[in-house]
């Protein structure tokens, strides 16, 4: 069969198919083989970034980085054994696939509960590339400075902005996977995450604050930036200064009890801390608990815990397009799929590798991984990370517009700012970029100092109503961090507006000086 533009193998950069990983791979676990292991797999990656900040119409700094080598892992005597390298040779591999079959051997002996691994079906020269048009890397430097330098030059020179800061982040992931069943899939996908940020400051109080965009970052490439289907940044650019001047001058928020219309913007983000870290099987069986804590959401629940209210119906998918967290085939030869984890407001479903798939898999997904092993370098062991995780649409919901008109008191939230959870993600509080006064179904103008707080329980089950299909905004972040060492992932939380009755609201103002 002739390549296409549209087959994924034509589209993985060739530059990364002309190393010698499959040579590589091959010595590796053949050498493997010979010491028995009941699984060994090969890990090929190099992973490209870019960043560059400009600050007032003046780029700041550039930087180009890459991450470049291979890991094998091998199951022996029950136990894992990891090992990598970064010289590219059959000779190299071979000695890293030694070191990992050394390693087994001595966590062996300190492995009380013998690891297993959930079956999964043999991919044969499977490959995969994220959905993008334009390689953010393959598109000449000057050219995005100088979109993000205009974009600060227009925001510096409106009278109520005192400076101007903008950013690109762009990756490229490329990973070729082999193991000793036969699996092998090669992938490729881009990213990027722009930001702008305008800083000022009231004359008449001092006040000194700053408004940025709420564009997502995506798993997309430079048309995302710049293109017919691009995020409008023309638009926030002349919006931004005015949003800063009202938010300046606006009243500090009463605190008290108040009903709650939160954007996508901003929900994505009590999604990712409340639900997503929570509904991690490694945190709720007690095996992630050095870093960021555990789970109130423990796995003797399932089936029974009261998540939410009837509306809420979340899921996990690392198919979803665009999603930073969406790949082929994860890090363990599974192939990536969707399911739910909060159905009618029910906890239902976990975050699963293929060690967890095989102890507590049945009940969960039929005894099969849901695709959630990933390491973000080659110099790192993969670990159970986060899906896309999502809060779904009503399909005959209202707009935000109808949300906000069936509030009498409430305030609306738009975007992400920062936050607070405790260990087991049940207690936290978030604060946001603006917030508007909702007075008989109308917004009032801004308000200053809020944040709400409640239990992830308490918050969830006060949803009353979320929004149709036309408010899903699929929004995220590029630096989840988890494990020990640590490691950062990209992830993607897909949600609607939504409408919460009676929430605790604090304000920040105030409880910084108590």
Known sequence: MSLTPADPAARIDPTFTALPFRRMAEAALNRARDFGVAHADFRFERVRYQDFSVRDGVLEGAEDSQDLGFAVRVLHEGAWGF???????????ITVAEQAVRVAQVAARMTRIPIELAPEPVYSEAAWCSAYDVNPLEVPLAEKVDAFRHWTSRLVAAPEVSHASGFLQQVQENKFYADLTGTTTTQQRVRLQPGLEVHGTDAASGTFDSMASIAPPAGRGWEYVAGPDAWDFDDEVKRLPGLLAEKLAAPSVEPGTWDLVVDPSNLWLTIHE?????????????????????SFATLDRLGTLQYGSPVMHVTGDRTTEHGLATIGYDDEGVATQAWDIVRDGVLVGYQLDRPMAANYGAELNGGRSNGCAYADSPGHIPIQRMANVSLQPDPDGPSTDGLI???????????DRSWSIDMQRYNFQFTGQRF???????????????????????FWGSMEAVGGPQTYVLGGAFNCGKAQPGQVAAVSHGCPSALFRGVRILNTAEEGTA
């Open 274 to 294: 409340s639900i997503g870290h929570a509904t991690e099987l490694d945190r709720a069986l007690g095996y992630e608990a050095n870093y960021a804590g555990t």
């Open 83 to 93: 090992a990598s390298g970064v010289v590219l040779s059959r000779d190299s591999a």
């Open 436 to 458: 508007y006064r909702i007075e008989n179904g109308r917004l009032a103008g801004q308000l200053r100092d809020v944040a709400y707080q409640a239990t992830t329980t308490d």
């Open 405 to 415: 008109a069936d509030v009498e008191r409430g305030i609306y939230v738009v975007g």
